[in-house]
């Protein structure tokens, strides 16, 4: 049976349609985020600490004392461990002791008040010729010596004093502090391990009233968003949402992908956040 011309072409275009609609969904499907971020303004992006540091001594020796676990918070300048320092609290001791006593300088200034007033008597009795040269000579040299005792126990005292305030200072370098308000993260070691400065870090302490939300952003995106302006996130697990500032846009964009460093501030001072939650952030300012 003969088929009419319009009908064969007609029955040839739909065979092609098929291979059409194939080929836009592959692309789809190979560059699924093409289309999402041409359409959203929104990107996503990982908390950190604001702050963070590993602590360790700057010496060798054996941990005495460690004052803190996993997960306490801590306030800045608070002791958080200290080597073995006994031998130093002893020296410590004794310098406060010799630059606390009075004994020292209490006997040369009695000395010196009995040569001051013996030498009084003789140069009264000089004035009528009934002193002896000489022995007016010797007591004014006994005066002399009897100031310069009390001058040298008094810079005995202070140099005691001085030497208390050096040992204070090599005790508190074997001893550990908070530099900032945080949570220790990490105990690497435990109370009587030997600490050696070059294996590594003795506790991790983190900053967590405030995180840092780091984003990877195309370049081309970043017009009109500046230093300070506030953006909306949420996380991506729970519905727990707030506010971010901008506080770092890299100067630099990454060749290879095209896009930059952003750096917001997420204030958690009610512990809301957490450290390595991936957040949606809006890039549109509030």
Not at 51 to 74: C, H, T, Y
Not at 128 to 133: C, F, L, Q
Request: net charge negative; glycine share 4%.
């Amino acid at each position: 049976m003969h088929q009419p011309k319009n009908s064969t072409l007609t029955i040839a275009l739909l065979a092609l349609v098929p291979f059409f609609l194939c080929g836009e969904n592959s692309v789809e499907r190979a560059n699924p985020a093409a289309s999402q971020n041409a359409s959203s303004d929104e990107v996503i992006g990982v908390t950190e600490p604001s702050q963070r540091i590993d602590l360790s001594f700057p010496e060798a020796g054996m941990l005495r004392l460690l004052n803190v676990k996993e997960g306490d918070a801590v306030k800045k300048e608070q002791i958080l461990a200290q080597l073995d320092c006994r031998s130093f609290e002893a020296r410590r001791e004794i310098a406060m002791e010799r630059a606390s006593s009075t004994a020292a300088e209490q006997s040369a200034s009695a000395t010196l008040t009995m040569r001051e007033q013996r030498l009084t008597q003789l140069e009264r009795l000089a004035v009528s010729d009934r002193a002896n040269t000489d022995e007016l000579s010797r007591a004014r040299a006994e005066r002399e010596v009897a100031a310069a005792d009390v001058q040298l126990a008094r810079e005995a005292k202070s140099e005691a004093a001085l030497e208390a305030r050096q040992i204070e200072a090599e005790i508190e370098q074997r001893t550990l502090r908070a530099p900032f308000d945080g949570v220790i993260a990490r105990i690497h070691r435990e109370v009587g391990a030997t600490l050696l400065p070059q294996e590594g870090p003795l506790l991790t302490l983190v900053n967590l009233e405030k995180l840092d939300l780091l984003l990877y952003v195309d370049h081309q995106r970043l017009d009109g968003l500046k230093i300070g302006d506030e953006l909306a996130v949420k996380s991506l697990v729970g519905s727990v949402t707030g506010t971010a500032n901008v506080a770092f846009i890299s100067p630099v964009v990454d060749a290879s992908s095209g896009t930059v460093l952003l750096r917001l501030k997420l204030s958690n001072s009610e512990g809301t956040h957490r450290s390595g939650v991936k957040y949606r952030v809006s890039l549109t300012s509030r």
